[in-house]
């Protein structure tokens, strides 16, 4: 089976602090995904990856940045954390143009 | 208009029932279709993947698409409390690496 693992499922930071979210997938696909949900809205897309170092914005990335060093490891970066990012975090994986998406645990940030 | 619409819900069936939850789109590129399953404070969960017109079944689920109407259903037969969740299509395009997600709806299963 896929596996896609989130480091962290729940996180508190303060406004200003800098976020780190970790997202792993054992499945050697090559592309990745970072989506925020919240209610009302969905998903949104924030950032994807295709290729090792290699990434392409989405809907909504503003405040954001991503890292992307290693094939299965992909992370999400908030240089400085706002109320308004307060969201549950999903990474996800997918093999290539056309392979089903696979979703982590999920990731949810409060920002106080 | 969204590119892919579904019912918010929630919608509320006994134990046993059949349950039908659908989703239209606007976009006749979409070729792959899929299904997740998402409890409360989870992330979706695969349940169904389809890249064709017709149905594919995997235990008490199956999956319809039909693309000339633009619309693809889950069917659940012999619902379960444990079935209780959102159910969210998703569907993408060959060539394109974005996927397009219907709002969710909300299934709850009573005993």
């Known amino acids: 089976d896929v596996k896609v693992t989130q480091s962290s499922r729940y996180l508190v930071k303060r406004t200003g602090e800098k976020v780190f979210l970790e997202c792993v997938q054992d499945?050697?696909?090559?592309?990745m995904f970072w989506y925020r949900q919240d209610p009302g809205l969905g998903l949104r897309l924030i950032y994807f990856s295709y290729d090792v170092k290699m990434k392409e914005k989405g809907d909504i990335p503003e405040g954001y940045s991503v890292s992307r060093e290693k094939k299965e490891r992909f992370s999400l970066i908030l240089e400085s954390a706002s109320t308004n990012q307060t969201s549950m975090y999903l990474c996800a994986s997918s093999s290539g143009l056309g392979g089903e998406l696979f979703f982590g645990e999920g990731s949810r940030l409060t920002v106080l | 208009q969204k590119e892919v619409e579904q019912d918010p819900g929630p919608l509320s069936v006994p134990e046993g029932a059949i349950v039908s939850l659908n989703c239209t789109y606007s976009?006749?590129?979409?070729?792959?279709f899929m299904w997740y399953r998402q409890y409360s404070r989870k992330g979706p969960e695969l349940l169904m993947y389809?890249?064709?017109?017709g149905n594919k079944e995997d235990g008490r689920f199956t999956a319809q698409v039909d693309k000339s109407s633009k619309y693809i259903s889950l069917f659940i037969r012999d619902s379960q409390p444990s079935d209780s969740a959102t159910y969210l299509c998703?569907?993408?395009?060959?060539?394109?690496?974005?996927?397009?997600f219907g709002s969710g709806t909300k299934l709850n299963v009573k005993p």
């Open positions: 389809t890249y064709s017109s």
């Open positions: 998703a569907m993408s395009i060959y060539n394109f690496n974005k996927f397009y």
């Open positions: 499945m050697d696909h090559e592309n």
């Open positions: 976009n006749s590129a979409f070729q792959y």
